[in-house]
């Protein structure tokens, strides 16, 4: 048997951890053979919850599990970490700015950044899905210097299910005959769901994402609006956010990081932009297509952008701007 991992889940106790966590200790991320050591991290008022969730998995009787550690400390939960998945952060309340939200989640990733820096292995691979996801995940890298930017990601991967699942309903097949979907941009309402490179194959026949649809303006107007929205749409229907389909975006986002993605597959992931081929600002969080081989993702370049796709690319990236300046000023503060 192999070593055990540190895995760190933070906001531990609440619903999106809820769904993960077992998924994550009986072997569904990280492989069937590799035993775990879960560390749960959460603010002090929630480890009443979380001793219930700590019962509830040793109740599971999962072989892989060795350990599991509650805490309230970051310097226990970051400690010799191989992966920490960064669920917990200050959600929006109503009446709330989007600046001070913002202001509330660079406290709460700096912190966290820096615990990362301090006590956690420097390979280690950091997922931020807690919302503004992708500013989060930079402000967390910034505070972080000595951690390689490339390890840090944050979650795209739920819109891209989306993305893939609302095409295979459209041309009614399953959702794995749909490849290569694009989500560009922000984990946010300008982020842009592209089909224009997806494959679809449609009962025997492989095409192109637009070909097997047969209906331009319901990929260029509902679709697009759809995946969007989806998560208000959920909270609309649910009165919760989204719970279980997040967590099993998270956790197929985790395994692809670690065991890479299919030959001639790409996913989108929210990664470092730096000196990229499709125009995108350096120094923000930006979700790209990437494919993924020895833990290390690579920006799938050189695809043809239409005048449409450059300026739904370029819109979400106006956001990002704006939000990491914001950040960047209360991150002195």
């Known amino acids: 048997m192999a070593e055990p991992i540190r ?5 531990a106790a609440g619903q999106i951890a809820y769904s993960l966590l077992y998924s994550i200790a009986k072997g569904d991320v990280f492989g069937k053979d590799q035993p775990i050591i879960l560390v749960l991290l959460d603010i002090t008022p929630m480890l009443p919850v979380l001793d219930g969730v700590v019962m509830e998995l040793q109740d599971c009787a999962l072989p892989l599990l060795r350990e599991v550690i509650p805490t309230d400390k970051v310097e226990v939960g970051f400690k010799d970490l191989d992966a920490a998945i960064l669920v917990g952060s200050m959600p929006r309340k109503e009446g709330m700015e989007r600046k001070d939200l913002l202001k509330a989640n660079v406290a709460i990733f700096k912190t966290q950044g820096e615990a990362l820096e301090k006590y956690a292995k420097k390979t280690v691979k950091v997922l931020v899905v807690g919302n503004p996801a992708n500013t989060n995940c930079l402000i967390a890298s910034k505070s972080a210097p000595s951690i390689p930017k490339e390890n840090f990601s944050c ?3 739920l819109d891209h299910n989306r993305a893939r699942s609302q095409v295979a309903i459209r ?3 399953p959702s794995d005959s749909v490849k290569n979907v694009i989500i560009w941009g922000n984990h946010s309402s300008t982020q842009y769901p592209d089909v224009h490179h997806a494959i679809v194959n449609n009962h025997g026949k492989e095409m192109s994402g637009f070909d097997a649809v047969n209906d331009e303006s319901w990929l260029k107007g509902d679709f697009i609006s759809t995946v969007q929205q989806r998560g208000a749409a959920v909270i609309k229907a649910r009165k919760l956010s ?5 967590a099993k975006a998270i956790c197929d986002h985790m395994r692809d990081i670690w065991f890479g ?3 001639g597959e790409w996913v989108s992931m929210g990664i470092y932009s730096t000196g990229n081929s499709y125009g995108v600002p350096n120094d923000l969080m930006y979700s790209f297509p990437v494919m993924i081989k020895n833990k290390t993702w690579k920006v799938v370049d050189g695809l043809a952008i239409n005048d449409f796709s450059r300026g739904k690319m370029d819109g979400t990236a106006a956001e990002l701007v704006e939000e990491r300046d914001t950040a960047l000023t209360f991150l002195g503060a």
Request: proline letters at 5%; glycine letters at 10%.
């Open 7 to 11: 895995v760190l889940v933070t906001g």
């Open 242 to 246: 989204s719970a279980m389909s997040a």
């Open 171 to 173: 041309v009614g097949v």
């Open 261 to 263: 993605t299919p030959d």
């Open 155 to 157: 979650l795209t991967r």
